[in-house]
Structures are given as C-alpha cells and as structure tokens.
C-alpha cells in the first residue's frame, strides 16, 4: 500500500437527536467483550466504553429540562498528540496514533497503576476490580475480534479500531487503495437508532463528520460550525468528539467542571 | 574497604541511576503486567469463518428486521438491517442484547413439570402424553371451553394456530395480552368501520401532537420512530409532548405541556372546542366524508371550552387555543395517544377524542397522517370442520367477558379475568391454561389477584423459553427455542403505516432440548384425533408456515423481509366501512357507549394525598422479556441504587412531606405497600410520584431480579366504562418516611 495521507476519526454526536435510549452502551458493550456484574449500579466500578449522561437544566418545575449526552472515548489530541493520559502512562500501554488520531489501550503493557484515570478529565477510563466472569455459556457470544481483558488492567474505547483494522484488510483483498466513509464505522454509531452519532474521517471534506464539524486545525481543532462544541474545551485536550445542541444551557454545561450530572 | 558517607552516597545513587539507564524497570514493569495478569481462566474467544444472517427481531412488537453476525457457529453480535423499511440498519437496546437472551443462564432447557413445588425434567413424550389426556379428558367431560390460552400476539402463524387448535377444541378463550392496540383497533371500528391496526405516517408528519405516548420511550415501533424524530429534527417537524412528567419524549420535545395525569382526554376535546368555534378543520372531509359532526360538536361545545377544559387539565386556556391553532394549522398535523410505551389500553373514548383531531384536520389515510393498516391475509386456511363437542363449547361465554352483553366491544379482557376467577371459589372457569410468548404474572396490574387465578388453575401450561414469573407458576414448561432458534413469522410492525412481515429464522441450532411452539401444537392437535387433527394437518410448523407463505417464502427467505411497497391508503370515498361509508363521529354503537370521563384513580385522597404514576424508557423492558444484562446495565444510578428502586418526587413534594434527596421511605397504595428511595426531580409535577416499569422481578438471574419492585403490584386495574378494557394511569398513594 502507498503512503497514506494522516487520518483523524472523529464523531460528531447530535444532542437534539439523541434521545438517551442506551443503544450505543449496548452495541459498544456487545461488541467489544464488556463485561457485566451482578450488581452494576455503582457506575464508578461499572465498565461501560460508552456512557449516556443526564444533564439538568437545574430549573424547577414545569421549566426542568434534561439532556443526554453519550460519552465514548474523546481520542484527545492535545498538542501534538500529548494527550492527558498518554502523557502520564509509565508502561507505554496507551498511546496516540498519529496516522489515525485514535488513542490506543494495550491490555497486556497496562500493569494497573491507573495514572490515565487520573489524568483524563471525561472519566472514560475505567479499571477492571473484578475478573471478568460470562456465567453459563455465555462467552459463547465473545467478539474474536477484541481481547478479553482480566482483572487489573485499564479500558476504554477504542473507536472499534478492530473494525478500522478488518476494513483496510477488505479494501487490500479488493485491492482498493484506500477505505471508504462507510466501511468504517463505530458500532455505537451504525447502533444509533436516531442516527444522532456521525463517525469518519475529520480530515476528510468529503466525510460527513468533516461537513458537519469543520474543525479549525490551525486553532487546535475548533469546531466552526454553528451550536458545536467540545467538552472542557478550555482545558486545551484537544478532543476528536464533537457534540450538537441547538439549547444553549447545554452547551454550556459543556464546559463546565462543576456541571450538575447523574451518572448514567 | 572502609565505607564512608560519600562512597555510600555514591554507590546507592550511581545504582539506582544505573538500573534506571538499564532495561531492568522496563523490563519488570512488562513482567509485573504479565505475571499479574495472563490468568489462564480468561476466555480468549475462538476465531472462525464470519457469516451475516438475516433474520427478525421478535422481542418487542417493534418489527425490526436484524443482521445476526456469527463466528462459525456462535452467534456474537446482533445488528440493525439495512434497508428494512422500519429500521434500516439500526436496533434498540434490546434487540442488541438478543444474544444474551440466547446464551444466558434464565433460559429453560428441557420440558419440566412441577412436582411437589419443584421443577423435574421430563421427555417430550411425557409432557405432551399428560396434556394430551387432560385435554381429551376434559373433552369427554364436555367441558372443551374451561381450555384458555393466553398469547402476546393474535398475529401470524403461531399465534393463529394456538387460536385454530382451541377454537376446533371447543374453547373460544383466546386472549390476547392487552396494549393500546386494543384501544386503536376499536377506535378504527367503531369511527371507520374497518377492522385494522393504526399506522402512522411519522416520517411525513410536521406536527405530532402526543397525548402522553412515549414516542422516545418505546411506543409503537421504537426504533422507527426514532427515526422520524430525527427527520422532525431536520426538516423542522414539530413534536408536542402532553404529560405529567418530563420524560424523554417530553425532553426531546418542542414543547413540554404538562398535564394533571389522567385529563388528557378533556384536553383533546377542549382543543376540538376551539378548531370547532375557530372553523380550523377541514371543511372537505367534514362535509362530505364524515357523518354525525354537527351532532358531536354541539355536545362539545357545550362541555369543553378553553377555561372548563383549564380547570380539569392544568394547562392554560391560552395555551389550548394556542395549541388548537397551530395544530390546525400545520401541514401535515398528527395526534396520538397511549401512555408511555402503550403497555395500558387506556380509555376508549379517550383515544375517540384524539382520533377526532386527525379527523378534523383530515389526516386520515394522508401523508404525515394515521392510516389503517388491514390485518395480514396470506393465512388462509380451511373453514374449522367442528364436531359436536367443540360445538357446544365454543358456544359457551368467554372466560374473560369479552363479547358478553357488559362489554360487547371487547374482544381480549385480560384484565377482567383474575376478579372473575377468584370470585367464585368452586366453579372453576379455567382447567388448563395456555401461556405463549406472554409473562401475565409479572406484566399485569394487580400481580397479587393474578398470582391467587392462576393458583386455581389445574394445569398452567407455559411455552416459555425463559424461566420468567409465570413459568415458575407453571405445571409445565414446554420451552419454545429463543427467536435466535426458530422460524416465525412476525406480520406488521406496531405503529408502522404499511403492511410488511419479517422472517425470523434459526440462526443457530437450538442450544437446549427446545421444541417449537408451532410443532408443539400440530402434535397435541395428532393426539387428540379426530376433527381437530384434521385441522392442523400439517407435519411440522415449518411445513405450515411455508404454506401459508406461498410465493412469498422466497422473497423472505432471501430478504429476510417482505413488504408492500406499493400500499397505499384508499381514498377517502372508499376507506370508510361503516353503515354511512363515511367516517363517523357518532353513530349508535358509539353512543350506547358510556361518555368520556377522566379516569380518576383508585383510592381516597384523605389517606393517599398524592398520585403514583408510572413512567416507561428504554432500559426497562416489561412486557414478555425482561431486561438482559447489557440492559440492567444501562440503568442510570438516579432509577436503580442497590436492590433500591428510586421514585422521582418533585423536591417541593418531598420537602413538604419532610423526606429528604436519596432518604429511604415507604410507599403505599391501596394495593400494596413498598420500601423505595427518595430522588429528587424537577420534571415531575408536584403532587406526584412516578415509578419506573420494568423492575421488581422475581425471576431471572440475579442481574435482574430482587431489584426495586414491580409497578403492578402496587396498582389494580380499572375497568373503562366503554370496554372493559384497563384504564388505570395511576393510583393513588402515600409516601412516609421509612
């Protein structure tokens, strides 16, 4: 294959479509071997890649007003790819691709120390206090194309980058140069029933994530486009996860520290 | 060698730099992660060849088309397919945790039967040997119609079989588990003349008026409409959400109009008062495609103008007038109505009223509008050959009153059953039971009335492949295979305004000692002889189903689908069946019919100061299936803490009864009585509290069941004056501190 051109995936998630179902949890959990456990109300000790946030407008009645938000990975960016916990992770177990703007996760560097998680200012990382345990046959249903990860070592969402890996394996046995828009896409966004997740390449103007977000590379990838935001956009994280909201308070909620959430 | 400060100083530090330029800490780091970590008892899944499968969703009445994607033969992943008309490519929550429902630990793997309280494998022979003799015995007694089956669906093959095998038994008493299918059916007959399932046109309409439906919550078919709500979104279509509680409908709504719980019916006719006095309707369709208008709008103008209607509702009489206008007004108006995930007929003359606001705006059969979609015709089978016996039996009246002189209207009264059985004591209305697809013991009102009939039942047979509250009740289980296992047809999606069936198929060999619901049949249907194996003559279900398929097997097999694309609504001049041929807005049936009232809730306000409501999303299933573990998962912390359910109360309700954000306190009916949590919110209106469905389950694995507690226990049903139908909303309750 020739030398390709620098990709940057990314996602646009459209907050006024969303309609907080929980489908994308349930595709991302289904695809990528989460786990589960008995009880899975402690949502700091439950591992979820994808999660669906509630946010309040704070206002009493009748003027309340909620909005979900769907939290994957946001593939921080920084500055020249130093992002939060690339930067601090002493095993080389996560890391920035520059050719894909995705931020990895090695289960089998990550000796569990949990640096990451301190340092990521979304929370999207999440350690295994349990071993993983598929009660009677269930494993049956385990994707070979994700590793199972034990007890002790971090995760967090990849942007399905096995779908990444098996589209460019498709587009080499068809001889096509490169991948198309459609070929890769996360399962949280193909999941989507209100279509409100748009995945693809940000470097691309002709993916529709590129169309919609028209980020400012010279300005640390600043969205352009109207009602667009990132979350903690002040902290400089650079991220690759735009969000949509034509409500005001939501946007911003997005960067506030102190936000009123329920975790969901 | 003497060892002095410095050359200490120097050793311990040039050692430690040493190590630390060495690849000695890298190397450990590696190993620690390895030797901590490698346990051998981590599953590593097996590669194999990837096939897609195309098949059907059956879990909700939703009608998703679905792609299983299998590794050899493992079913590891399900997905939405592409281009199926309603859901082209995406799925619901549920419908993406299918595998676990195949795979995990609730399913039944072999017929049991109950002894002494517990369950005992048995063959199949066994099984189908000892319902066989009841069966026959029952028949020689002459007493065929004390046989009942209750099943989720009276649609497609299997459902329709169950029906054809007790009908040529001598048993009238199929029922049908209640839904506002229920209520939408009779308001199509009885207004139209036409007996079909409502379809709406969502992807077209501009402006949805929903009293209550939880259109984001999993009414109709969720997924698809979803999906209109983002075309809404993006050609600027309007939603307007009428309800007590901010749910996520009403968060994702233009407008939010809160409503006292129970009055949505007087809000539709207060604004029908206005479009009447403002002559916002369409004069077309009025004057010469309906009847019995200026009858009807006499009586509305009399009861229900703007600031009667206020009163009643809660809402502003500026409001309804605004509300009436834009309605009017828009270009391809549509209301609907049904609470939440529409799980609760409702009141009949409710959903008459809001069927009156697409009549007057002449929607019917329109783009955007509400349709009548005609019941599926591929089953055709042989007028039933009856003997004597089944004759006589299928005379008798129904078990649940549908039909009878009280509620002509009805055709299924669940709800009417558990009062009418533990009413007498000795006469014993039902001896064998049927359960198919359904869950009554958990998914009906008033579980405790409905735990005491099915103990009086002899023998309760269930097909169920999961070990769910009525399974446990069981005599029998006699597993069906999963929808992940088995052919079925699936006819019409709920709310969808075009006839389409999908196909499921066994993606996979069953995993257990299952048999097919359908096979089951046919074989009981041999045993017995006679006229009623010579209605079902068929030597398996498979066989029956490509039958009843004929030309169309190949285009489902293949599609996985099958559709009438070119389906359209009849013309107005031809759609209406009733004795005018034209669309009714009174007629004598519809006026014997008791009048529209609010449904008031059961108890007394003195000893029960607020309302209990319950509210429906996504992450809780409460029909037939119960939520899988991916599912229970996605429950947020503010719904589920523990074992704990949480109630959402508004904060001024709570602080005024002294309860406190995340205080545990007791919640009592007059039905029952529950420990739960208190959580703060907003977007319920003060005076009320709202429980989710979907909790509280006895069965299931342990992800699922002991935690919060089951709506339906706290709650009874209420008969609608009209149909006998369940109208209850709510009840009322009591909340103190625990």
Not at chain 1, 143 to 170: H, L
Not at chain 2, 231 to 246: A, T, V
Request: charged residues 25%; contains cysteine; hydrophobic residues 35%.
């Amino acid at each position: 294959m020739k030398h390709e051109k620098a990709k940057k995936f990314g996602m646009v998630i459209d907050l006024d479509k969303c309609t907080g179902c929980g489908s994308c949890m349930v595709a991302c959990m289904a695809e990528n071997n989460v786990p589960f456990r008995e009880d899975e109300t402690d949502k700091l000790l439950s591992v979820a890649w994808m999660r669906v946030y509630k946010l309040t407008n704070g206002k009493p009645f009748p003027d309340a007003d909620i909005c979900y938000l769907p939290r994957p990975c946001q593939h921080c960016e920084g500055h020249h790819g130093h992002s939060p916990c690339v930067s601090v992770c002493p095993a080389t177990a996560t890391d920035y691709d520059t050719r894909t703007g995705i931020v990895s996760q090695i289960y089998a560097r990550c000796f569990g120390c949990r640096y990451c998680m301190a340092a990521c200012p979304y929370h999207v990382r999440l350690f295994n206090w349990y071993d993983p345990v598929w009660p009677d046959g269930m494993e049956q249903s385990l994707n070979p194309d994700v590793s199972v990860r034990m007890r002790g070592v971090v995760e967090k969402c990849s942007f399905c980058i096995q779908r990444y890996q098996m589209a460019k394996d498709r587009a080499y046995m068809e001889g096509r140069e490169d991948i198309e828009e459609e070929d890769y896409q996360t399962a949280c966004t193909q999941a989507c029933p209100a279509d409100a997740i748009t995945f693809g390449d940000l470097n691309n103007p002709h993916h529709k994530v590129h169309q919609l977000a028209r980020p400012d590379h010279r300005n640390g990838g600043k969205p352009r486009a109207k009602n667009l935001f990132r979350l903690l956009e002040r902290l400089g994280t650079n991220p690759k996860v735009y969000y949509k909201s034509s409500r005001e308070w939501v946007r911003n909620l997005g960067d506030n520290h102190d936000a009123i959430q329920e975790k969901a | 060698m003497k060892i002095d400060r410095r050359s200490f100083l120097s050793f311990t530090i040039g050692g430690a730099a040493g190590t630390a330029l060495s690849p000695l800490p890298w190397k450990l780091t590696d190993d620690m992660a390895i030797w901590t970590q490698m346990w051998p008892w981590t599953p590593v899944p097996e590669k194999g060849e990837v096939t897609y499968v195309k098949s059907a969703c059956t879990l909700c009445p939703g009608g998703c088309g679905i792609s299983v994607r299998k590794v050899d033969d493992r079913i590891v992943k399900i997905e939405g397919l592409k281009g199926h008309p309603v859901n082209d490519g995406s799925l619901c929550i549920l419908g993406l945790a299918g595998a676990q429902l195949l795979y995990g630990p609730r399913r039944v793997k072999a017929p049991m039967k109950k002894i002494n309280g517990k369950f005992r494998e048995v063959s199949w022979e066994q099984a189908l040997d000892e319902i066989s003799k009841t069966l026959a015995d029952l028949r020689s007694k002459g007493e065929p119609h004390t046989v009942a089956c209750i099943a989720d669906s009276d649609r497609g093959t299997v459902p329709e079989l169950l029906n054809r095998f007790l009908r040529v038994y001598g048993s009238r008493n199929f029922i049908r588990t209640p839904s506002i299918q229920d209520s939408y059916e009779l308001t199509l007959n009885l207004m139209q003349g036409v007996r079909a399932m409502a379809g709406f046109d969502v992807n077209n309409a501009d402006y949805v008026l929903s009293f209550g439906s939880g259109i984001l919550d999993g009414w109709g078919s969720p997924v698809h409409m979803f999906k209109a709500h983002s075309l809404w979104r993006e050609h600027g279509g309007k939603l307007i959400q009428i309800e007590p509680r901010l749910s996520s409908t009403a968060a994702k709504s233009d407008s939010w109009i809160p409503i006292n719980p129970g009055t949505e019916g007087t809000l539709a006719l207060g604004i029908a008062h206005v479009m009447i006095k403002e002559s916002l309707y369409d004069n077309d369709f009025i004057d010469n495609y309906s009847t019995g208008f200026h009858e009807w709008k006499r009586h509305i103008i009399d009861g229900y103008n703007p600031e009667i209607v206020g009163k009643v509702t809660g809402v502003a009489p500026s409001t309804i007038v605004g509300l009436a206008s834009s309605f009017a007004r828009a270009r391809k108006p549509l209301a609907v109505c049904g609470r939440g995930k529409g799980l609760t007929p409702g009141s009949l003359k409710e959903f008459m009223a809001v069927h009156t606001l697409n009549a007057m705006v002449g929607n019917i059969g329109k783009e955007g509008g509400i349709w009548a979609v005609p019941e599926p015709e591929y089953i055709e089978w042989p007028e039933l050959e009856m003997d004597q016996t089944a004759s006589i039996g299928t005379q008798q009246h129904r078990a649940d009153g549908a039909g009878s002189s009280l509620y002509p209207q009805a055709r299924y009264l669940l709800n009417r059953l558990p009062e009418t059985m533990n009413a007498s004591s000795t006469y014993k209305l039902i001896q064998v039971l049927f359960v198919a697809g359904a869950n009554p013991v958990y998914s009906m009102p008033g579980s405790a009335d409905i735990k005491e009939a099915f103990e009086k039942i002899p023998l309760v047979v269930s097909f169920s492949s999961y070990m769910d509250e009525t399974a446990q009740m069981a005599d029998l289980i006699l597993p069906n295979h999963t929808f992940l296992e088995r052919y079925e047809d699936v006819p019409a999606a709920a709310g969808y305004n075009r006839p389409v069936i999908n196909l499921a198929r066994p993606v996979v060999e069953p995993r257990f000692n299952t048999m097919h619901t359908g096979d089951v049949i046919i074989r009981l249907a041999r045993a017995l002889g006679g006229t009623i194996a010579k209605a079902l003559p068929w030597e398996s279900y498979e066989a029956c189903l490509e039958e009843m398929m004929g030309d169309r097997w190949d285009t489902l097999v293949e599609e996985g689908y099958w559709t009438n694309t070119d389906f359209a609504a009849p013309q107005w001049s031809e759609a209406f069946e009733t004795a005018s041929g034209k669309f009714e807005f009174v007629n004598k049936e519809i006026s014997s019919l008791a009048r529209y009232s609010p449904v008031k809730p059961e108890g007394d306000e003195a000893a029960y100061p607020l309302i209990l409501i319950p509210f429906d999303t996504m992450r809780l299933w409460n029909g037939y299936i119960g939520d899988p573990q991916f599912v229970i998962k996605s429950v947020p912390d503010t719904v589920l803490k523990k074992n704990d359910v949480l109630v959402e109360v508004n904060p001024a309700t709570a602080k005024s009864i002294g309860l406190r954000d995340g205080a545990y306190a007791v919640l009592s009916t007059p039905k029952g009585k529950a420990r739960v949590k208190v959580h703060f919110y907003e977007g319920v209106m003060p005076g009320l509290v709202a429980l989710p469905r979907g909790l509280g389950h006895s069965a299931y694995e342990n992800n699922l069941a002991g935690k919060g507690i089951n709506f339906n226990e706290l709650v009874g049903p209420f008969d609608d004056a009209a149909t006998g139908h369940d109208a209850a909303w709510g009840i009322r309750a009591k909340l103190a501190k625990a």
